[in-house]
């Protein structure tokens, strides 16, 4: 049985928040799609955990159990509404993701038109693309993370390649590396080192040292970065600096396992708790 940590709860609130509050157009969370960043380390740690706790087949059903149904109904609602609603030239074009978004390859079918970031076109269900992204993970899971779990070079290496390629990506086609998923298995991955080498710190006040530091990073990349969309420079495009600092900041925070009280239990913490449990 995996322990329940509303540390990690705390942090996919935040990560589902930020994201919605970009889509919303809210100003001021301009980077809110990085929040996608910190919920792929946090996917990584957890199946990490869970691949070490249950066989492929067990593993796959209880994935399934989880997404399936919502995941499902979500776009059979929205398929309905779009039908009625939508002009015919942007129901085609929806209709066309339809099987890749029901099979869990909504990034690839967004990946054939424009970026994320293009906002002229009908895309209902956009935000997809992460669970895609996240269930071609899951395929994997159960059998690479077992492989790679007593295997740290082989590990670093994969990260390393998949950062690299993912780095070179973006210097040519962003959208390749920001819809699919072997560019962004390096993020998965981090989470999973976390998972296996854990860190513990010498003292109380070097964790909360620690954790101030980091959180301060973390809000101060959300907020404060100047990514430019659709940049193929990589200091400024995404995934690029800003998403490597996201994830190396999330991981220790994953790490140190946020202790102070008034974070988890004050007002802020038990509401982003809650939006965790029920992304």
């Known amino acids: 049985m995996i322990a329940f940590r509303d540390d990690l709860q705390i942090l996919r609130g935040l990560a589902v928040t930020f994201v919605f509050l970009y889509h919303l157009k809210v100003l001021g969370f301009e980077n809110g799609?990085?929040?996608?960043?910190?919920?792929?380390?946090?996917?990584?740690?957890?199946?990490?955990?869970?691949?070490?706790?249950?066989?492929?087949?067990?593993?796959?059903?209880?994935?399934?159990?989880?997404?399936?149904?919502?995941?499902?109904?979500?776009?059979?609602?929205?398929?309905?509404?779009?039908?009625?609603?939508?002009?015919?030239?942007?129901?085609?074009?929806?209709?066309n993701r339809f099987w890749l978004n029901t099979i869990g390859l909504s990034n690839i079918a967004f990946w054939f038109e424009n970026t994320y970031f293009e906002s002229e076109s009908f895309k209902p269900l956009l935000h997809l693309w992460s669970l895609g992204v996240e269930m071609q993970f899951y395929l994997l899971a159960p059998f690479l993370l077992p492989f790679l779990r007593h295997r740290l070079v082989l590990t670093l290496l994969l990260l390393i390649g998949s950062l690299v390629i993912s780095t070179l990506f973006t210097s040519i086609s962003p959208k390749t590396s920001f819809f699919m998923m072997p560019l962004r298995l390096w993020e998965f991955l981090i989470g999973a080192l976390v998972a296996?080498?854990?860190?513990?710190?010498?003292?109380?006040?070097?964790?909360?040292?620690?954790?101030?530091?980091?959180?301060?990073?973390?809000?101060?990349?959300?907020?404060?970065?100047?990514?430019?969309?659709?940049?193929?420079?990589?200091?400024?495009?995404?995934?690029?600096?800003?998403?490597?600092?996201?994830?190396?900041?999330?991981?220790?925070?994953?790490?140190?396992?946020?202790?102070?009280?008034?974070?988890?239990?004050?007002?802020?913490?038990?509401?982003?708790?809650?939006?965790?449990?029920?992304s």
């Open 196 to 278: 296996w080498y854990p860190l513990k710190l010498s003292s109380k006040l070097n964790q909360g040292w620690a954790e101030t530091a980091c959180l301060a990073m973390l809000l101060g990349v959300l907020f404060l970065y100047p990514i430019k969309n659709e940049s193929h420079n990589i200091l400024f495009g995404h995934p690029g600096l800003a998403a490597f600092l996201v994830v190396t900041i999330t991981a220790f925070l994953i790490a140190f396992k946020i202790q102070n009280k008034f974070i988890i239990k004050g007002s802020i913490g038990r509401i982003m708790s809650k939006l965790g449990d029920y």
């Open 33 to 95: 799609y990085l929040g996608v960043d910190l919920f792929f380390v946090l996917s990584g740690f957890l199946m990490a955990l869970l691949t070490e706790k249950d066989n492929a087949i067990e593993f796959y059903n209880r994935r399934l159990r989880r997404l399936l149904p919502a995941y499902l109904f979500t776009i059979f609602i929205t398929s309905i509404v779009i039908a009625l609603v939508s002009i015919p030239s942007d129901a085609n074009q929806s209709f």
